[in-house]
């Protein structure tokens, strides 16, 4: 499969609204670790500026765990295991008060993506399980076209989960 980085990035960073997921993904992809780093680095202190504004405001206890799951994914690329895994178990704290279900396949997918970062595929897998099992978001097909999750495709339990659910 042909994978076209530098069109990618072209695309995604002349949207309206820039998936910036997306965007760190390919800098991982092309070894462009100083951008990666920078960016992670500026969308920090932005999702923590975003944080601070919704607990003030008193948002519900989904947008709070998906920016803790933002932060969470910006610590990580940052190399800072510590403060990634807490601000993921409070992401997962704040998502269990909620009523919000709808979101639940979504939030899983996000901390999966903050543990592929941290390198710990194992616990990434056993979140991408739950994903799958939960039907919300993204489907094995989509995890066995995402570059991204490269780093698991020859991992048998990977193998096996994309299986079970195709």
């Excluded at 099992?133 to 193998?159: C, I, K, M, V």
Aim: net charge negative.
């Amino acid at each position: 499969m042909h994978r076209n980085y530098d069109r990618a990035l072209e695309f995604y960073l002349s949207e309206p609204r820039i998936d910036w997921n997306i965007v760190q993904k390919i800098y991982r992809a092309t070894n462009e670790h100083e951008r990666l780093q920078s960016l992670a680095d500026s969308l920090r202190v932005a999702f923590e500026e975003d944080l601070d504004e919704a607990i003030q405001k008193q948002a519900g206890p989904t947008g709070i765990a998906w920016l803790h799951a933002n932060i969470a994914r910006q610590h990580a690329i940052l190399g800072e295991r510590e403060a990634a895994t807490r601000q993921v178990e409070t992401a997962l704290e704040k998502y269990r008060k909620s009523v919000d279900a709808v979101n639940y396949g979504g939030l899983l997918n996000n901390v999966a993506a903050v543990y592929m970062w941290l390198g710990d595929h194992d616990r990434a897998i056993d979140l991408l399980k739950e994903k799958l099992a939960h039907e919300n978001g993204s489907t094995a097909a989509w995890l066995r076209l995402d570059p991204f999750y490269d780093p698991l495709r020859d991992r048998p339990r990977f193998q096996a989960l994309l299986e079970r659910y195709e």
